[in-house]
């Protein structure tokens, strides 16, 4: 339990400023978010490669274990690491993501920067159908949550009682499908870097507090990113009627009369060789 401290600054507040300045952060690469980048090497499809298998074995160790990781994270409380679980915790909350998202598409709308604009359009809409598929599925799935030490194995589907929503975390798809949105609008480490490092302290913070399994935390990170990949990708090809036009590769367009050929539209392709067996993301 999380004890109760005064601030000076609500944590809400401060979770919106993190959250402005990691998107915000997007700006200096805004000349850049209207052009696809090449096909990566066969070094980065490799490594791609293996990113599913590795999330697929630690969501398989971690399910075995979820019991015991929690015992251990509600077993360890400190009155520091509780002040910054109350701090950490408001970045994944819709109240304080959406306003900002809104903010990062209206405004540079307003002051004429539109490729930032549609982009930050595309990571807000990538948000959403994160969002979406976690609130359809956790009553569908109807986990019960650890906080009264019980084992993992407890679902009850079509539950409306907030003890059995723990699958999956609201904050941890939040969180990561806006990390995931904004590495693949950048295209650099300098982004995706600490928007990553943000989505996973939420994460560490939903099984400090006993609000969420770990395997829940894997399984929704690794569901907020497909999700929101497969957004992105149909959003930068296709576009959304007269909202949102589609990305061109301005090389691509001046040897097909305007038309982007399918090699750099950053297709999702399920991979199969003789070691390994995943899905790979092109971007």
Request: proline letters at 7%; aromatic letters at 6%.
């Amino acid at each position: 339990m999380i004890h109760p401290e005064r601030a000076r600054v609500p944590a809400g507040t401060i979770g919106g400023w993190l959250l402005g300045a990691m998107m915000l952060s997007a700006v200096p690469c805004a000349a850049q978010t209207d052009t696809a980048i090449a096909p990566p090497s066969t070094a980065t499809r490799v490594h791609q490669a293996y990113v599913w298998p590795a999330v697929a074995g630690a969501l398989v160790v971690t399910s075995l274990d979820d019991r015991r990781l929690s015992a251990v994270a509600l077993s360890h409380h400190t009155r520091a690491l509780d002040k910054l679980a109350r701090d950490v915790g408001p970045l994944g909350e819709a109240r304080n993501i959406v306003p900002v998202l809104a903010v990062s598409v209206i405004a540079p709308r307003i002051v004429g920067q539109r490729a930032l604009s549609d982009a930050m359009l595309r990571v807000a809409l990538g948000y959403a159908a994160g969002d979406g598929v976690e609130s359809v599925l956790k009553p569908l799935v109807g986990r019960h949550r650890p906080t009264d030490g019980g084992t993992q194995w407890r679902f009850h589907p079509f539950s409306n009682e907030e003890q059995w929503h723990s699958f999956p975390s609201a904050h941890v798809a939040h969180t990561v499908a806006i990390a995931t949105a904004l590495a693949m609008e950048s295209h650099t480490r300098w982004i995706a870097v600490p928007a990553y490092g943000v989505a996973t302290v939420v994460g560490l913070q939903r099984v400090y507090t006993g609000a969420h399994w770990g395997s829940d935390v894997i399984a929704s990170a690794a569901l907020a990113a497909a999700v929101t990949s497969a957004t992105d990708t149909m959003l930068r090809r296709h576009g959304l009627r007269w909202l949102l036009p589609p990305v061109r590769h301005p090389a691509a367009e001046a040897h097909t009369g305007g038309e982007e050929p399918d090699s750099v539209v950053h297709p999702l392709r399920v991979e199969i060789t003789p070691r390994t067996l995943g899905i790979t993301w092109t971007f």
